[in-house]
């Protein structure tokens, strides 16, 4: 069922064709999508052309997602996959957002992956601040990015990344250049926020060094940043 989130795009313009079906082949979505409740509003930040945001939708159709990116362009399209879905087999819309904007509500879950390279590390600051705000209690905030090791697979993944940002423009980054930070220290400020954080290693078997972390919002619990 799963894999029907990649066979919408089978429309789509040629390098979105392509984009999604790498990216469906190098980025681990289940592990992504097990941190996430099974049900309840979820918000994708950052979907880009929609193809996470329509795999948690297809997994658990309990779930209503949301994906909201900055490049409109790539809503259009998450919208057209979208469109193809059948009546009952997932709950998932688009949005055009604003820079650095948080849509409106209480979330159960806020999902980012692979977003947060492309801005400046204030920003990247600042945007897990507005999601940990945007969660509901007892709700997660998941974050997928790029750790800073192994080494190998960090400097593969910057130099893949840099040719896909600054040469195929396949992405577009926030201000002069990639900015990775270290997966500890984005839980760290998710902590500060309250939220009680763990993070870990997801990368066994990918040539990327795929780390998640899982910040879970509740009134009642002390916050603590540990790995896993």
Not at 8 to 18: I, M, Q, V
Not at 77 to 89: F, S, T, V
Not at 141 to 170: C, D, G, I, S, Y
Not at 177 to 198: C, Y
């Amino acid at each position: 069922m799963t894999q029907r989130a990649a066979e919408l795009f089978a429309g789509a313009p040629r390098a979105t064709r392509l984009h999604t079906r790498l990216r469906w082949w190098w980025c681990p979505f289940p592990q992504i999508a097990a941190a996430v409740p099974d049900a309840g509003d979820v918000l994708e930040v950052g979907c880009g052309h929609g193809l996470l945001s329509l795999y948690l939708g297809l997994e658990s159709p309990r779930r209503r997602v949301v994906g909201a990116d900055i490049d409109g362009a790539k809503i259009a399209e998450a919208k057209e996959a979208a469109g193809k879905l059948r009546p009952g087999e997932a709950s998932v819309s688009f949005q055009a957002v604003d820079p650095g904007y948080v849509p409106d509500g209480k979330w159960d879950a806020i999902v980012i992956a692979d977003v947060l390279y492309l801005l400046p590390e204030e920003d990247q600051h600042a945007l897990l601040a507005a999601c940990a705000y945007a969660v509901r209690s007892g709700g997660v905030v998941v974050v997928k990015e790029m750790a800073l090791n192994p080494r190998w697979k960090a400097a593969w993944n910057r130099a893949q990344e840099t040719l896909a940002t600054k040469v195929f423009r396949v992405t577009d980054s926030v201000g002069s250049g990639l900015t990775f930070v270290d997966p500890e220290r984005m839980a760290s400020w998710l902590s500060a926020e309250g939220l009680t954080t763990t993070h870990r290693r997801i990368d066994y078997g990918y040539p990327w060094p795929h780390h998640l972390i899982v910040a879970t919002a509740s009134a009642n619990a002390s916050t603590s940043d540990s790995s896993m």
